[in-house]
């Protein structure tokens, strides 16, 4: 058990029976009446953000997670991961991983969450390269900066690409938030 006032950004609680992330915290005194700590925490389990005012001091229980990095294999009804030191393989459910699956490629190397030896979560690298399976061609002369086109990459995403970008090229993403940063090559 710690109390409200040892909170830090980044730290797992247990609240309510579901696990939180503390996404922010702010410890606030006012001038009457008690300190307080306001915070937002992300669900875990769910992914979805709630604020809470917690009073200072209050007893919360924190959560030890425990991080591997795994490769990921294939899918079939499950995600499957393997340990890339030991070998062992584990599954993975889909609501574990959530909107993170349509950046997921084979033989990619991540970061999986466990808590209490389950899976709860997985972490991908910040940017994956990914070839593109589908683009409409850019017209030629259409030469304004900063527009875009709607492209399919093969794990099955659809982003939106710089128009010079074809099908076949091999392109990097930002897995945080999906957007095309720069073209790998042709």
Do not use: C, W
Not at 3 to 26: C, H, R, W
Not at 38 to 44: C, E, F, H, Q, V
Request: cysteine-free.
């Amino acid at each position: 058990m710690i109390t409200t006032n040892d909170l830090k950004n980044g730290m797992a609680i247990n609240y309510e029976d579901s696990l939180f992330e503390v996404i922010y915290f702010q410890h606030v005194k006012p001038g009457k009446g008690g300190a307080f700590v306001r915070t937002k925490l992300k669900n875990l389990n769910t992914g979805a953000n709630i604020e809470k005012t917690f009073r200072a001091g209050e007893k919360i229980e924190q959560a030890i997670l425990e991080t591997k990095k795994m490769q990921f294999l294939y899918k079939d009804e499950h995600y499957n991961f393997m340990d890339s030191e030991s070998f062992e393989q584990i599954i993975v459910s889909e609501e574990s991983i959530g909107d993170r699956k349509k950046f997921l490629l084979e033989n990619l190397e991540v970061t999986i969450v466990f808590y209490k030896g389950a899976p709860i979560s997985i972490e991908l690298p910040v940017a994956i390269e990914s070839k593109v399976l589908k683009a409409e061609p850019g017209v030629k002369g259409d030469t304004v900066s900063n527009t875009f086109k709607p492209a399919e990459i093969e794990t099955g995403a659809k982003i939106q690409v710089p128009l010079f970008i074809n099908e076949g090229d091999v392109i990097k993403i930002d897995t945080r938030s999906g957007e095309y940063i720069t073209r790998v090559s042709k």
